[in-house]
């Protein structure tokens, strides 16, 4: 199946600064990505939709300026988490799919942020 | 939006068994997969079935679209089978995937 590379795989950072986390597809055009968030012993939540070349589609909830998404290329798409805080703390995962919309869906290997 | 419910939440089988998880859906769909979450995060795709039925070795697959339910049947159970089978299901609005709630499977050696 198609790759999707995630980094970090784990990132600790203090209160208040800022994390970015990319997500790639090694081997296929994605002009569409999706994050998603999974805390402890629940399922995945979709936070939002990167459409490259244009603004992301955030979930309800979610906060835009929080947590910003650029999607520069066809296969990169990048999440910064601004100004971090401990309730924060997550499992972050990307996924992408190739160009068209009926295609299966494939994940990164997700990225575990923990804010001190 | 589209609603996915899984059954059951939790099931711990001995190693050999055989076992079915369910997938039930609220709404029409144009994609529907089966994963399995390890314990380090990682989502490996079981299966791509909108429709019909799929195996791979001994993991199997069936959806019915028309009465909006998946199977995913896991057969001679091993402890390497251990961990979270999620369904999730793409509506008809922009391809994004909505997740149940996962089945939580333990296998006893």
């Known amino acids: 199946g198609a790759v999707v590379s995630q980094h970090p795989s784990r990132v600790i950072c203090k209160s208040g600064t800022s994390v970015k986390i990319e997500c790639r597809s090694l081997d296929f055009q994605a002009t569409t990505m999706f994050w998603y968030r999974q805390f402890p012993k629940q399922s995945l939540m979709l936070m939002a939709t990167?459409?490259?070349?244009?603004?992301?589609?955030?979930e309800q909830g979610v906060e835009k300026d929080k947590f910003l998404i650029n999607h520069a290329s066809l296969t990169l798409s990048t999440l910064t988490v601004t100004s971090a805080h401990p309730e924060d703390s997550s499992f972050y995962i990307c996924s992408a799919r190739a160009l068209g919309q009926n295609t299966e869906a494939f994940f990164g290997q997700g990225t575990r942020l923990t804010v001190v | 939006g589209i609603q996915v419910e899984q059954s059951p939440p939790d099931l711990i089988l001995q190693e050999g068994a055989n076992s079915t998880l369910r997938c039930n859906f609220s709404d029409s769909v144009n994609n529907l997969q089966w994963f399995h979450q390890n314990p380090w995060g990682q989502l490996i795709n079981l299966f791509y079935i909108p429709s019909g039925t799929k195996q791979n070795g001994r993991l199997s697959a069936t959806t019915v679209a028309t009465e909006r339910y998946s199977l995913l049947y896991i057969s001679s159970s091993q402890t390497t089978d251990s961990g979270v089978y999620f369904c999730?299901?793409?509506?008809?609005?922009?391809?994004?995937?909505?997740f149940g709630q996962g089945t939580e499977l333990s296998v006893k050696p």
């Open positions: 990167s459409n490259e070349g244009s603004k992301a589609t955030y």
């Open positions: 999730a299901v793409s509506d008809n609005q922009g391809g994004k995937l909505i």
